[in-house]
């Protein structure tokens, strides 16, 4: 089992989509880059999730276009949402270039970039 197993939640009609995006984006920053040291949602790399009855879509970036860890994120990504809703989820690989700017504050303060 990957070691940042997460809980399953149940994914109830009266909680809202917001709040069940809330609860992916949290704890998908379990899922830790191992070549940079931060989580993908600190990063920015988590680009959109979107919340179906049936499925869970998130688009996400890499730091570079061939970055050795990709495979890796991507299933974990997966992984982790598959956890907290006990949905389906695909994960696609968007083209959009990454770039320090995409990084919440807090991480590129961490990153010592400002």
């Known amino acids: 089992m990957p070691e940042n197993e997460v809980a399953p939640q149940s994914a109830s009609p009266a909680g809202s989509e917001e709040e069940l995006i809330q609860k992916i984006r949290e704890a998908l920053r379990t899922v830790v880059d ?18 179906q009855p049936d499925l869970v879509q998130i688009t996400m970036i890499l730091t570079t ?3 050795p860890a990709g495979p890796y994120l991507l299933e974990q990504v997966r992984y982790v949402t598959e956890q907290v809703t006990g949905r389906p989820t695909k994960v696609t690989l968007s083209m959009e270039m990454w770039d320090p700017s995409m990084m919440e504050e807090d991480a590129l303060a961490e990153w010592g970039m400002w």
Do not use: A, D, K
């Not at 191992?34 to 990063?43: A, F, K």
């Open 34 to 51: 191992p070549e940079i040291g931060m989580n993908v949602v600190s990063l920015g790399l988590i680009r959109n999730i979107e919340v």
């Open 65 to 67: 276009p061939f970055c």
